[in-house]
């Protein structure tokens, strides 16, 4: 399994980020995946996961901001960000699995920094 992150960076509050995650080693159109973070100082979040279905599941602190969306022809898992916090400020986790929530997952990429600062 090889899952790796792309597209963070330094953005200004409020504004917008999109993370792709490109997945490899296992068969992506059938697993259920999901994005988690951790914070400086803070544990593990998850923050949303998506079945091969296309059903959505989002915690609270992202709902409505935070849009996961997936590509199976191009094996590709996103996640767009909008109306970011300084409190977003996090790495940020591609998962294999995570679903339903609270469910160990199975994988994990290496993480992509996502900074939130004017």
């Known amino acids: 399994v090889q899952l790796l992150e792309s597209g963070g960076g330094l953005v200004q509050p409020g504004g917008s980020l999109r993370l792709s995650c490109e997945a490899s080693?296992?068969?992506?159109?059938?697993?259920?995946m999901s994005w988690s973070r951790e914070a400086p100082g803070k544990g593990l979040e998850w923050l949303s996961g998506?079945?091969?279905?296309?059903?959505?599941y989002y915690a609270p602190s992202v709902q409505g901001r935070f849009t996961i969306s997936r590509d199976n022809a191009k094996n590709t898992l996103y996640l767009q960000m909008n109306s970011l916090k300084p409190e977003d400020t996090a790495v940020y986790y591609c998962?294999?699995?995570?679903?339903?929530?609270?469910?160990?997952?199975?994988?994990w990429g290496p993480g992509i920094w996502v900074t939130i600062s004017s």
């Open positions: 998962v294999l699995g995570g679903l339903p929530v609270g469910e160990t997952p199975l994988s």
């Open positions: 080693g296992f068969t992506f159109s059938t697993s259920a």
């Open positions: 998506i079945y091969s279905s296309g059903t959505t």
